[in-house]
T-cell receptor, first 115, second 110 residues
Framework: NAGVTQTPKFQVLKTGQSMTLQCAQD?????MYWYRQDPGMGLRLIYY???????DKGEVPNGYNVSRLNKREFSLRLESAAPSQTSVYFC??????????????FGPGTRLTVL | SQQGEEDPQALSIQEGENATMNCSYK?????LQWYRQNSGRGLVHLIL?????REKHSGRLRVTLDTSKKSSSLLITASRAADTASYFC??????????FGAGTTVTVRA
């Protein structure tokens, strides 16, 4: 099993450009998450999808959109990138209803720089 | 806003010594989890302690939870170079979301 995969690993954008970060999991998890990690700030939740067909805002959703394409895939879109969105982005998945607790499994991250 | 806050922010110890880090949180929780992040990698789950538990062990890891003080500690005994990483606590309020602290960076010197 590959677990949680993310593409791309690295990306450089110019201000105003758009891009989509892709995430897929092969653990049959119902819930998926997008976080950003900035130095000294831990992980902040951008959006999450508790189950296929639902998405909800997290702590820092402004400037982002998400799509839960199917049970396996959850993408994050930046419509008009800004330098403040320079960060490392992590996707995670979990099965809280099945496990009884929310242990999350993380992808390797996408390092995004916006110039 | 982040629920958990770790203390200290950074810790440097000699191989073989113990490392202790603390986490404080603000609201009631269902459970508290600890994760490790090696440089440039994603987070990996280490251990979970439920709100009705006071102490839990897993290998060289010992976690305590004091719900009256809203705090938890992670002890790594007999540290090794491979324990060099950042450690994060995460609180689970049973709402499909985890809230992570800013982390403690641990450096184990040979």
């Amino acid at each position: 099993n590959a677990g949680v995969t993310q593409t791309p690993k690295f990306q450089v954008l110019k201000t105003g450009q758009s891009m989509t970060l892709q995430c897929a999991q092969d653990m049959n998890h119902n819930s998926m998450y997008w976080y950003r990690q900035d130095p000294g700030m831990g992980l902040r939740l951008i959006y999450y999808s508790a189950s296929e067909g639902t998405t909800d805002k997290g702590e820092v959703p402004n400037g982002y959109n998400v799509s839960r394409l199917n049970k396996r895939e959850f993408s994050l879109r930046l419509e008009s990138a800004a330098p403040s969105q320079t960060s490392v982005y992590f996707c995670a998945s979990s099965d809280p209803s099945g496990q009884g607790y929310n242990e999350q499994f993380f992808g390797p991250g996408t390092r995004l720089t916006v110039l | 806003s982040q629920q958990g806050e770790e203390d200290p922010q950074a810790l440097s110890i000699q191989e073989g010594e113990n490392a202790t880090m603390n986490c404080s949180y603000k609201t009631s929780i269902n459970n508290l989890q600890w994760y490790r992040q090696n440089s440039g990698r994603g987070l990996v789950h280490l251990i979970l302690i439920r709100s009705n538990e006071r102490e839990k062990h897993s290998g060289r890891l010992r976690v305590t939870l004091d719900t009256s003080k809203k705090s938890s500690s992670l002890l790594i005994t007999a540290s090794r170079a491979a324990d060099t990483a950042s450690y994060f606590c995460a609180t689970d309020g049973n709402d499909y979301k985890l809230s992570f602290g800013a982390g403690t960076t641990v450096t184990v010197r040979a």
